[in-house]
């Protein structure tokens, strides 16, 4: 850990990223975007900690896991979710058909990076295959699996977790066909180690991550202004497609196509679409970038202050203040060991008990925005799932997205959606998010 450390002392300390940002529980209001690197930067920045993932990460989990073998295979532009994120910056796309193998030893030595492909990774993995030698790349696979003679062979099968899926039923029957019969009944599913690879978040990484949430949270705050909304004249998707441009702009990628809705005193649900924002709505936002190969997945709220206001009604108000108050008691349930399950239902029971309505359906992130890991909750689902009966693991980044629902006043007793989201990341003891959280709603003036 501690070499891990002064490796992300080394990262923040590079000229882009002189002033790093750390973690906040305080949002700023209305932040300014961080500079954003350049292609080479990037670059360097996802191979050094790939480098560093691939050095600690994988020998911790494949013997908390008691595997002694893992075998990866993608095929080109059919990545399977964890080799996608083991290729190095330069190498966009699986080449053929990459086959990657993981080998630990025992008795503390290293574990063996093995690539049995036409092409090299990067200098990540050693080459292990000449087809001039050995045409078949199966039967290379498995003379290098039985030369090693492991105990358990992993292989990406999972009914239950699509990223621990990754083996298709061609590319394992080829592979089965070519190995020694009494080792293939040494084969399991690697879904422990695809989930635990997926879902460890390290230092380097999460020295990076501040400044990632605080480019969200910075696009978010233009969103929410009147340099992109004139109440009486913008659409709710007016203001989507300005976030898909406004990211263009910055050379980063929507993990998913922004969300824009509109609750008004009077209407039902959400409005959408082509439906003007007016003085007196509560605006809602989702929207998640990716960059560095880190995702973000933040959820807003607003109000158009009407002619003459200076805030927002005390309904709406205590609405988010109320969510506020169920992130807390989801975040008392953060536990190494206890299932998401579990931690659902013990924050809903805190949350009720507080006479709060809650709805909580939050989730891992990190590679992926809907991460690897226990879910806790589903927006249709407030009861327990199969997929959160998994363990809750230190080192991990989370999505705190839920919503409570409460009766504004000043709306006639309307039912309100207070949805809010932010990043958070649990180190084993505390719970802290990445970049703060919204406490008070974004006012958006109805006059320039």
Known sequence: MKHLLA????????????????????EQAAPAVPPILSARERAETENRILSERLETVIPAIMRAE???LWLLVAREYFEEPVVATMLDAENMHARRRTILIFHDPGEGKPVERLT??????????KPAWDPAKQP????AVADIIAARNPGKIAVNISDLHQFADGMTVSQYDKFTAALPEALRARIVSGEGLAIRWLETRTPSEMALYPTIERTAHAVIAEAFSRKVITPGVTT?????????????????????????????????????????IRPGDLLWTDFGITYLRLNTDTQHLAYVLKPGESEAPAGLRQGLANSNKVQDALLRQFVVGRSGNEALARARAEAKAAGLDPSIYSHPIGFHGHGAGPSIGFWDNQNADPRGDAAIHANTAWSIELTSYAVVPEWGGQRVDFRAEENAFFDGKTVRFIDGRQTSLTLIPSDP
Do not use: C
């Not at 992300?8 to 973690?23: D, E, H, Q, R, T």
């Not at 078949?136 to 039967?139: N, V």
């Open 66 to 68: 008691g595997i002694d």
């Open 136 to 139: 078949d790349q199966w039967k």
């Open 116 to 125: 049995v492909s036409r092409y090299g990774l990067g200098g990540l993995f």
């Open 7 to 26: 490796a992300a002392a080394v990262l923040v300390a590079s000229p882009a990223f002189a002033a790093p940002i750390g973690m906040s529980d305080t």
């Open 236 to 276: 709710a998707e007016q203001v989507q497609w300005w976030y898909r441009d406004r990211l263009l702009q910055l050379g980063l990628d929507a993990w998913f196509h922004p969300s824009i809705a509109i609750q008004r005193k009077g209407a039902e649900g959400m409005l959408e679409g082509n439906e003007v």
